[in-house]
C-alpha cells in the first residue's frame, strides 16, 4: 500500500515531486530541498533512497534513533487502549511515565506539569514564576533561545527573531553567558527568575562553567528569585547526565524538558520543587493535549530505552570519542570543538552553511548553531562506527 507521503511509482524523480506536492501547501517559512521517507538507529533515506548517517536527529529530538522498536511498539500498542486523556483525569501510563521521570531527577524537583513542546512548557515556566514570586522581570543570558510564543520569545536573544513581534509582554534583564560579575549585578530583588541553559544550544554549543552555575543557585536564594534552567537540548541524558546541570551539582526551582523526552513525539515537561507548583491558584494554567496517554506512553518507552541499553553512559563515550576524532583531524579551518557528550558544537573560521551542504551531499546530516557553527547532536544510540564515519566524512569535506 502507499502511503500519503510515498512518492508514486511513476515519478522520475520522487525526490522532486514530493517536495513540489509538499510546496504546494505549506507556509513558506522553508524551502526545502530534501524530502526523507524512512529511518532506522540513526540511518536516514531520501525519498530517491539515498543513505544519510544522521547527526541532527530532529534538532535532538530522535534521542533512542530512528524506528526505535521499543519506542514504535509502545506508541502502537498505545493507540490501540487510548489515546486521549486529559490532565484532570488521571491515566496509568501517564503516572507510570511520571513515576519513571522522577526516578532520574534530583530532590527537592517533585512536581510536572506537561505540555505540548518545550516552548509551550517555558511558557508555563514563566507563569510559575510571576506566581510564586510576585515578580516579572527575568534575567536572561544573550545568546538564548526559548522558543517563538510570545512569553519564551522574550527570553529569546536573537533580535530577528524578537523585533518584528515587540514591545513583548516579560522584561528581561540581558546578561553575559557564564560572566558571573554580570550576573551580579543583574539579580535583583525585583527578579521573578534567573533563566539559563546548562548548556546554549541555538547561541553555538557553550557549556556553562559550575561555578557560573553555582553563583546562579547563591543569587537565587539571596534575593527570594527562581533559578529556572532550559533544557530542551540539553537534557535527558544527551550531556552524559540526564540533566546537564547535574554535572554542576546544581538544583534549579524549575527545569523545562522536551525534544528527546519522546523520542520524537511532540511533548513539553516543566518540572519544578513542591514550593512553586503550589503557587499557581486553582486553573491559573492547563492544556488539551499535554500529558496524553500517546505522548506519555512514548515518553516512558524512551526513559526504558536509556536504561536498559545504558545510553546517557554511552553518550559520555561516543561524545567522546567524537571530539577525539574532530581534534585528531588538526584542520587549520577549525576554531574550536565544545560541548558535552552528544552536544558538540564546532566553530569553523569561517561560514558554516557551505561546509554544512557539503556534508549533507557526502550523506552526513548536521545543523548549524549560529553563523560558523556546525551542531553534531546525533541519536544517542549511534554506533563507534557511525562516530568514525561521521569524522571521516568531516575531514574528507575540510579538506576540500
Known sequence: MTTPTDPTPTDPNPTQALLARDARHASGLWSPDVAFVRGEGAWLWDADGKRYLDAMAGIAVASVGHANERLADAIATQARRLIVCPQNLANDVRTEFVEALFRHLPAPLERVFLANSGAEANEAALKWAIAKTGRRRIVAAKRGFAGRTLGA?????????????????????????????????????????????PVQGEGGVHPASAAYLRRARELADAHGALLGFDEIQCGVGRTGRFLASEHAGVVPDLVVLAK??????????????????????AGGHGTTFGGNPLAAAAGLAVLQELDARGLIAHATAMGARFRAGIEALGSERVREVRGLGLMLGIELKEKAAPIIAALRDQGLLTINAGATVIRFVPPLVITEAQVDEAVAIFGRVLRG
Not at 173 to 197: G, N, P, Q, S
Not at 269 to 278: K, Y
Open 153 to 197: 520569545l522574550a527570553m529569546t536573544w536573537e533580535a530577528k527573531y524578537r523585533e518584528p513581534f515587540e514591545p513583548l509582554p516579560i522584561p528581561v534583564d540581558w546578561v553575559r553567558y557564564d560572566d558571573v560579575a554580570e550576573l551580579e549585578a543583574a539579580v535583583t530583588d525585583e527578579t521573578a527568575m534567573i533563566w539559563l541553559e
Open 260 to 281: 528527546g523526552l519522546a523520542g520524537g513525539v511532540p511533548i513539553g515537561a516543566l518540572v519544578m520543587t513542591d514550593a512553586v507548583a503550589r503557587a499557581m491558584p
